[in-house]
């Protein structure tokens, strides 16, 4: 199929590795041009030319740290002397500390606050304007968690900060569809990469097992009985952020190959 993204722009935050990485790699297949975002220049940098190589494509590497206003600002203004609009915005960020109840400060707290929430609000309201530009609408991707749809154990922030962003997010597919622009959240379940890899070794060590053992056990809960890879997810935001999904909006497609066991 396709998916008629050539020579559209899109916007990936975090990503130097993992899933956000994955995502921008898949949309640049697709022809779009990119601007992507992490905290280390010299990983976004050697993730810009690793994509350029992979598929030819045109790809803006900005050092930005998601988290905090100053350095959206300066994204979005990177972006819009670069490309002067944009198709797709997919958020993301690195994961909140690791922690139950009473092992959270304050500081914590307002750190994933910052990290999750006011990250998409401020990549959001500094990417619309840039949308409603191209005169077509465009498409809004946010990576989210499972914990949206079922608490994970000891992570107190994401499953709090997730259920707080589908709220956003619903909202603002209300809000903006009148102009074409969709808004669709993505739950995604275990996939192999450095964050996941960082949380079962924690577990493992909270527990006295072993990571592989904490590995399958997950697997096992998995109808799929596997880790997703992150090119897996990435095939479907491809299609998400693309005119193939036209009529997706408000939507939160979960991605995780069986794991949830919740109706909806
Ligand atoms: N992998 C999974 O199975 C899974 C499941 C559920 C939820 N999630 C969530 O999905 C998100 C991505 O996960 P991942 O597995 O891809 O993580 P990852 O492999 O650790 O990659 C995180 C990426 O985000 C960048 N980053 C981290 N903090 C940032 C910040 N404040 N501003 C800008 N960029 C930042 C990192 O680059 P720099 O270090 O250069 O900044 C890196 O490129 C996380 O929020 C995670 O909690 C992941």
Redesign the pocket.
Known sequence: MDLGLQGRVAVV?????????AAARALAAEGARLAI????AD??ERAARSIGEATGAEVLAVT????RAQDVARLVEAVDRRYGQVDVLVT????PRVGTFFELSDADWQAAFD?LVMSVVRMVRGFVPLMRKTGRGGSILA?T??SLKEPISGLML?NTMRAALAGLLKTLSQELGGEGIRVNVIV????D????RELDRIRAQREGITPEQVVRRYADQIALRRYGHPDELARVIAFLASDAASYVTGAALTIDGGLVKGLL
């Open positions: 935050a975090a990503a130097s590795e993992g899933l956000g990485y975002c992490s905290r280390r990983a976004i930005a740290d998601v988290s993301n960020a690195g994961g990290l990576l968690s499972y994401s995604q379940g275990r996939f990469t450095e964050r996941v």
